[in-house]
């Protein structure tokens, strides 16, 4: 499969409603953030290990489209998600199954919201600093495939981060014994 019809086949993967279709199967159960968030993360590992031919560039088109599906899907009335489950399981099959990607998103994640209180807050640095990390982690062409995926994590987040600025967005209040 080529490049272009691997991004293709992937994008059409990334529309799949994975979230939906884990809400509508688990029926509210307290675990169904958690399945939906591994539905996503594998249907990312999914595109790349089915449609991924070799070379930076091509892997790039596969992620991106991937991540795009899921964002911008063509079916139903879905406005997509934000994506980063998707961008890890991605990045993940990439590095041979091993989840360098997911610790340092992890990492930065943790950073931007210990740091904030916010979880949108902590979303955002991860994505910004994620093809740095990944570039002096696991090699500069990861960093570069990851980089268009983060850049439309950090674009698909700017609402939310604008309603954190103007202070209406929930922050994370730490309750600690005195």
Not at 17 to 28: F, M, S
Not at 75 to 93: F, I, M, N, Y
Not at 142 to 161: F, K, N, Q, T
Not at 164 to 176: D, I, L, T, Y
Request: glycine share 14%; with cysteine.
């Amino acid at each position: 499969m080529g490049p272009i019809s691997g991004a293709l086949a992937a994008y059409l993967l990334g529309c799949v409603p994975t979230a939906r279709i884990a809400r509508r199967l688990t029926n509210g159960h307290p675990a169904t953030p958690w399945i939906e968030r591994g539905a996503d993360f594998v249907k990312g590992f999914a595109a790349v290990y089915l449609f991924a031919p070799g070379g930076s560039v091509a892997m790039a088109l596969i992620v991106t489209a991937v991540l795009a599906g899921e964002q911008w899907p063509a079916t139903g009335g879905e406005t997509g998600r934000s994506g980063h489950w998707v961008l890890l399981g991605a990045l993940t099959a990439l590095t041979s199954g091993t989840p360098v990607a997911l610790g340092l998103w992890a990492l930065g994640w943790a950073l931007g919201f210990v740091i904030t209180g916010y979880k949108p807050v902590g979303r955002a640095a991860a994505a910004a600093t994620l093809p740095l990390a990944l570039g002096f982690v696991a090699g500069w062409p990861l960093g570069g495939i990851a980089l268009p995926g983060c850049i439309m994590i950090l674009e698909r987040s700017r609402d939310v981060l604008r309603r954190v600025r103007a202070g209406e967005e929930a922050k994370h209040h730490w309750n600690s014994p005195a």
